[in-house]
């Protein structure tokens, strides 16, 4: 049976959300506890144990995001015309889910790249059904703190899962600065638990919602999105270009001398951060607006990209990763959340797989750009690894400028002015 969309007012907490939220939420928890496991051990396994140069790893993190977004856009677009977001996004977290084993076999590089591309696949298919789900289940003056719940039961997970890495590591091989094979095998092995507890709550617990008026058939266009979403889509773009893959941030904290078990408590407490703050941050945009949230956010971020480039020491890194907790904790959620004020109810799946088809489409050049900055292509040795996250900080001051000065205010901040 559908459910029904609840009203404002009940949702004056955390405890009054509705039930899709906490079934998505707990779906984002256990597929994290799995992600987080192994994705952020996986440039250590590249660099570590096969010896592949950061051109190449961000040649894989890019393709894997690119390799997903065209299916994103169409997932959206699909959910749209059927009426239905559940079973497409237990599709994508069950194909993401069967893919997780076999790292355990990975020999190479281009296996590796073969499994992480079929896992982005599960997640473009899910991704844009999914947050249109939380969006339906929601009204717009609670939908910040929907998606920050449900980035901070995401963010949980993450803490959990990195925790669990973190002690078989310590475990396996102390305080080695590099990572070993048995080490990740094993970590492939336990993560493989809570993939499937995900798609189970998902499969059981979710309902598809009943929203007003009849669901159309959309054009699978730009154009038919809106001006205010496309200028969003454009200056989000500029954002992402600079936001390579968090692969970059895990070497440079290894480069720094920042152990495998160092790092992993490292990026627990930069979850945990983001799990302090997201549901906090999203409650905030439901009464000052998305879009100074959002432009708060980018300016930490390029203010802690800038101390990316320039830390000298690991206790610096270990700082600025907790700060760079507060910048996703502030902006990611609300971005999400402000791409459904900005279109129809019944464009969000595909204004939804539009967004992050883009950003996804953007992290292979992104991605690309910092490893060559970095390490060089060719006979050009690069500028050495300050130059990724230089890049990455002027784009971001680029874009909250133009987010200050191009993006229309949404209705939430006219009516707080």
């Known amino acids: 049976m559908p459910e029904p969309i609840v009203t404002a007012t009940e949702h004056e907490s955390i405890k009054h959300l509705p039930r899709n939220v906490w079934v998505v939420g707990f779906t984002s928890f256990f597929m994290d506890i799995s992600s987080e496991m192994v994705l952020n051990i996986l440039p250590l396994f590249l660099a570590n144990v096969l010896g592949v140069q950061t051109s190449i790893i961000g040649l894989i993190e890019g393709i894997a995001e690119a390799t997903a977004s065209i299916l994103k856009m169409f997932s959206g677009w699909l959910s749209d015309k059927l009426g239905g977001r559940k079973w497409l996004a237990v599709a994508g977290y069950g194909l993401s889910a069967i893919t997780k084993p076999f790292f355990y076999f990975a020999g190479s590089w281009g296996l590796i790249a073969g499994v992480r591309w079929v896992d982005r696949i599960g997640k473009g298919i899910r991704t844009a059904p999914r947050d249109a789900l939380v969006a339906d289940s929601t009204t717009e003056k609670t939908r910040g703190l929907a998606f920050g719940f449900n980035r901070a039961m995401d963010k949980a997970g993450a803490v959990l899962g990195l925790l669990v890495a973190a ?232 874009a909250a400028i133009l987010m200050v000065i191009w993006m229309p205010k949404t209705g939430l901040e006219k009516v707080n002015n």
Do not use: C
Request: charged fraction near 10%; hydrophobic fraction near 55%.
């Open 167 to 398: 002690l078989f590591v310590w475990l396996a091989q102390a305080n080695a600065i590099e990572l070993s094979r048995s080490s990740f095998q094993t970590i492939v092995l336990i993560s493989l638990v809570p993939a499937f507890l995900a798609v189970l709550s998902l499969a059981i617990g979710a309902r598809d919602v009943t929203v007003k008026g009849q669901r159309s058939a959309p054009k699978f266009s730009l154009r038919s999105l809106g001006k205010p979403f496309q200028i969003f889509l454009v200056i989000v773009s500029i954002f992402t270009l600079g936001n390579s893959a968090n692969s970059f941030l895990v070497l440079r904290a290894q480069n720094l001398g920042i152990s495998v078990t160092g790092i992993l408590i490292m990026l627990a407490a930069y979850n945990l951060v983001i799990t302090l703050v997201a549901t906090p941050a999203g409650s905030l945009s439901d009464r000052i607006g998305r879009r100074r949230l959002i432009i708060g956010g980018w300016l930490v971020y390029a203010a802690i990209y800038f101390g990316f480039a320039l830390a000298q020491t690991a206790w610096q890194v270990w700082l600025l990763y907790i700060a760079y907790g507060l910048y996703f904790g502030l902006a990611f959620g609300t971005a999400n959340a402000m791409v459904a004020d900005l279109v129809s109810e019944n464009m969000r799946g595909t204004a939804y797989g539009t967004y992050h088809a883009v950003i996804g489409l953007l992290a292979f050049p992104s991605s690309l750009i910092a490893g060559i900055l970095w390490q060089g292509v060719g006979i050009w040795s690069g500028f050495g690894p300050s130059a990724p996250f230089f890049f990455g900080g002027i784009m971001a001051l680029i």
